[in-house]
T-cell receptor, first 114, second 109 residues
Framework: DGGITQSPKYLFRKEGQNVTLSCEQNLNHDAMYWYRQDPGQGLRLIYYSQIVNDFQKGDIAEGYSVSREKKESFPLTVTSAQKNPTAFYLC?????????????FGPGTRLTVL | GIQVEQSPPDLILQEGANSTLRCNFSDSVNNLQWFHQNPWGQLINLFYIPSGTKQNGRLSATTVATERYSLLYISSSQTTDSGVYFCAVERDSNYQLIWGAGTKLIIKP
């Protein structure tokens, strides 16, 4: 079955630690996205990538980093510079038609800072 | 930047009822999508609908781009329809969707 997987489902981090969230897709999509969702709110874009080895900052990129070495994978690192990282993180992918096409989402990772 | 407002923020209905959710946006857009987020957090794309009307089973959506709004209709609601419904728009083909705050729908058996 084609889809998007994210791991881990739950993640606990101590203050000052970097953590990496995994996102893998087998939909053969060129574009991938990372979003953050806080309770009772909509999604906010952290980073997106249209093609391998290229990515762009979204609205809230500070304190986060990404890489896109393979088409299937788009890991997100939450660094110690992110002041309030506790949130629900969602990865998505879509075909690339020169703009955002229908987006497909993974199940998410809930990050809690202890 | 573009503003996306959804109404109502909360909606509680009995099973079998019909509902209409609204999404207003403050500027012209080239892309509008409706999503459903279930109580466990999974987001599913319902419609890609920058203009016109689409139907999928008990759900349908209409976007009137010239008047800057979109409507999502749910007929004969089921408990599995519960969750949060989001609309998201893209203005400048820049791969950035702007999301509304959502409508939380609870369907009681």
């Amino acid at each position: 079955d084609g889809g998007i997987t994210q791991s881990p489902k739950y993640l606990f981090r101590k203050e000052g630690q970097n953590v990496t969230l995994s996102c893998e897709q087998n939909l053969n999509h060129d574009a991938m996205y990372w979003y953050r969702q806080d309770p009772g709110q909509g999604l906010r874009l952290i980073y997106y990538s249209q093609i391998v080895n290229d990515f762009q900052k979204g609205d809230i990129a500070e304190g986060y980093s990404v890489s896109r070495e393979k088409k299937e994978s788009f890991p997100l690192t939450v660094t110690s510079a992110q002041k309030n990282p506790t949130a629900f993180y969602l990865c998505a992918s879509s075909t690339d038609r020169g703009h955002t096409d229908t987006q497909y989402f993974g199940p998410g990772t809930r990050l809690t800072v202890l | 930047g573009i503003q996306v407002e959804q109404s109502p923020p909360d909606l509680i209905l009995q099973e079998g009822a019909n509902s209409t959710l609204r999404c207003n946006f403050s500027d012209s857009v080239n892309n509008l999508q409706w999503f459903h987020q279930n109580p466990w957090g999974q987001l599913i794309n319902l419609f890609y609908i920058p203009s016109g009307t689409k139907q999928n089973g008990r759900l349908s959506a209409t976007t009137v781009a010239t008047e800057r709004y979109s409507l999502l209709y749910i007929s004969s609601s089921q408990t599995t329809d519960s969750g949060v419904y989001f609309c998201a728009v893209e203005r400048d083909s820049n791969y950035q969707l702007i999301w509304g705050a959502g409508t939380k729908l609870i369907i009681k058996p």
